[in-house]
């Protein structure tokens, strides 16, 4: 079973947990921007980074959306996704607030698919039902060829490891 850390206490993953070597799987989650279906995963022909936070509302969740918004405009052919669990509207109103145009920002709140398919919902903790703080590349073939599951929630990832497994 993967654990990550919420202020040093370790809390357990939910899910089915995806490692470098598997098939990413096919996941839709839903576009910030209209509310319109977007699969995440899978052979797609491009490489895909897929950044999960647990809530655009936090303040590192935040910084780490501004900071992947500002990486991903030097990405040649590289889908790159935020996925959260918080509602669409909000994730809208924050991509409108801080001019995120690089990144297409999602929600998983429906069913919490992705968060279940990838092994990255928090459970027996107070985040209980929200997600970890992660990233996965996936390359052109489906194939994840790098994955980080932030080791504590309230720490922002390494920017320079995830963007290099892309280019």
Not at 65 to 71: I, M
Not at 84 to 99: K, N, Q, V
Not at 102 to 114: A, G, M, Q
Not at 136 to 143: L, P
Request: net charge negative; charged share 20%; with cysteine.
């Amino acid at each position: 079973m993967a654990t990550t850390k919420f202020k040093g206490t370790d809390v357990e993953l939910i899910g089915t947990e995806v490692n470098v070597g598997d098939k990413a799987p096919s996941v839709t989650v839903v576009n910030s921007d209209g509310l319109g279906d977007v699969v995440v995963g899978g052979a797609t022909g491009k490489k895909q980074l897929i950044i999960v936070v647990p809530s655009l509302d936090t303040g590192v969740c935040a910084t780490e959306t501004r900071n992947f918004n500002a990486k991903a405009a030097d990405l040649n052919d590289v889908t790159t996704t935020i996925v959260s669990l918080d509602l669409p509207f909000a994730a809208g109103r924050f991509c409108s607030a801080e001019g995120i145009t690089n990144l297409t920002v999602t929600s998983d709140f429906r069913n919490k698919d992705f968060a279940n398919a990838y092994g990255v919902l928090l459970g027996g903790s107070v985040l209980a039902g929200v997600t970890c703080r992660a990233i996965f590349a996936v390359n052109e073939e489906g194939t994840v060829t790098y994955k980080e599951i932030v080791p504590e929630i309230t720490e922002e990832p390494n920017y320079d490891a995830a963007l290099s497994a892309v280019k």
